[in-house]
């Protein structure tokens, strides 16, 4: 376990360095500037201020500045918000897309299996039937679209959630909700194939020969080898929810991290851009990380290299 953790977190300061090394690279060979949208900006402003953020120096040099700071913690200023630095800017939008990841998780996770289960013990009825027809729509329809969907019926025609903002939970239910069902689909069905292999196992069947009920048969024997591909795919899940949310956060005005991204990226702050990019690198990272132990402990069979 020690061995494997140490290789790992190697690995991850090679995979964030490389990161920062390729989009280091890709802002200073992109067209633009962060200063070149200004109007009638004088000569000489223009050259302080590519002079206070280091933007005159040979690119070397910016690299090595910058890679210094971005060890040391230090994301420096962003470009275009001012007064703000970009430490600050993901300090105050990480709670936001932290909270609206989290519960979009839990409801994909909850959906999902349930579904699932359900489905494999009426297989060929007519609720195995309805749930896997509905998580084939949910695959298909991307979640903004079903957001815009949702905002039609919940928000305008019914009224239940508030259409966009953030500082309830009224106002993030509606958000996680179409960000965590189209992967609540993909956990349905991998729930579904799993139990239905589990439950053809002689272990299984021997459970029910010594009289056991099928509630502790299900929840105690077959569901903990069921869920082993609905634990791998948590990582690339985890990259799905992070990505998809920085559309459903421009849609529903969530102050989040992928709000600030978006106009980073529209608007060439390097830094910030830089900062988000590390940060979502290390979110992803440490998830495949934990997602690999998890499934350790599940399966013992399943050794650690």
Known sequence: MFQFIVKRLVWLVLTLWAVFTVSFILMKIVPGGPYQAERNLPPEVEQNIRAQFHLDDPLH?????????????????????KDFTVNEVIAQGFPVSASLGVLAMLFALTLGLTAGIVSALRRGGVLDLAFMALATVGIAVPNFVLASIAVLIFVFKLGWFPAAGWGTLAQLVLPALCLGLPFAAYIARLTRTGMLEVLSKDYIRLAYAKGLSSRRVVLRHALRGAVLPVVSYLGPA????????????????????????????????????????????????????????????????VKLH
Do not use: C
């Open 61 to 81: 040099i910016q690299y090595r500045d910058h890679l210094w700071d971005t060890v040391r913690g230090d994301f420096r200023s962003s470009f275009k918000l």
């Open 238 to 301: 985890t990259a799905g929810i992070l990505t998809g949310s920085l559309v459903l956060e421009r849609i529903f005005a969530l102050p989040g991290m992928g709000s600030h991204f978006i106009d980073a990226a529209l608007q060439r702050d390097y830094t910030l851009v830089m900062g988000m990019v590390l940060v979502y690198t290390l979110l992803l990272y440490t998830m495949n990380f934990l997602v690999d132990l998890s499934y350790a402990v599940i399966d013992p069979r």
